[in-house]
């Protein structure tokens, strides 16, 4: 079995006080497929945990479906905080759950159903940082992401952070 990657960064759209929308952020989703690419070849990951909510989230999702049609062997999982934001699957095409994500699997932290969304999404993420041997990240602010990739490395797993173009 191969090893797993994770992503941890900010929503940077909610940071600077933006109403939530999507913006992808091209050179990021760039650069997170160059390092996705990157682990699967030389790294030997085949399994990728990939968020619901965020724009680094977003855009890490969108490099992770780029990189999954050069190497299909890889394995897409959802890993969610709250059981509210999965959705039935489709019967048009049972590998699209929550909001019409592709992924092959989901994952959902036991501990992540305890508390409010704030605190479920500090289990996901030490979920994450458990079970995980890489973590690409994206922290354009110290917040808690940022913390979580500290976590992270005092664990031993490699945190690849990518910084501003």
Not at 47 to 54: A, K, L, R, Y
Not at 56 to 84: N, Q
Not at 117 to 142: G, M, T
Request: charged share 30%.
């Amino acid at each position: 079995m191969g090893k797993i990657c994770a992503f941890l960064g900010n929503d940077y759209d909610f940071m600077r006080s933006r109403k939530r929308e999507r913006r992808p952020r091209i050179w990021l989703r760039e650069k997170v497929k160059e390092q996705i690419i990157y682990l699967i070849e030389n790294e030997d990951v085949t399994t990728f945990f990939v968020g619901e909510i965020g724009g680094f989230e977003e855009d890490a999702y969108d490099a992770v479906l780029e990189a999954k049609e050069l190497y299909p062997h890889i394995h897409i999982t959802l890993v969610i905080s709250k059981i509210t934001e999965l959705h039935p699957i489709g019967e048009d095409n049972p590998k699209h759950i929550h909001t019409g994500k592709y992924c092959d699997d989901f994952i959902y932290p036991d501990k992540s159903a305890m508390g409010y969304k704030r605190l479920s999404i500090v289990y996901r993420n030490r979920y994450i940082i458990e079970n995980s041997d890489f973590i690409i990240a994206y922290n354009e602010y110290h917040g808690k992401a940022y913390e979580f990739c500290k976590q992270a490395k005092g664990k031993g797993v490699k945190v690849i952070e990518l910084g501003e173009e």
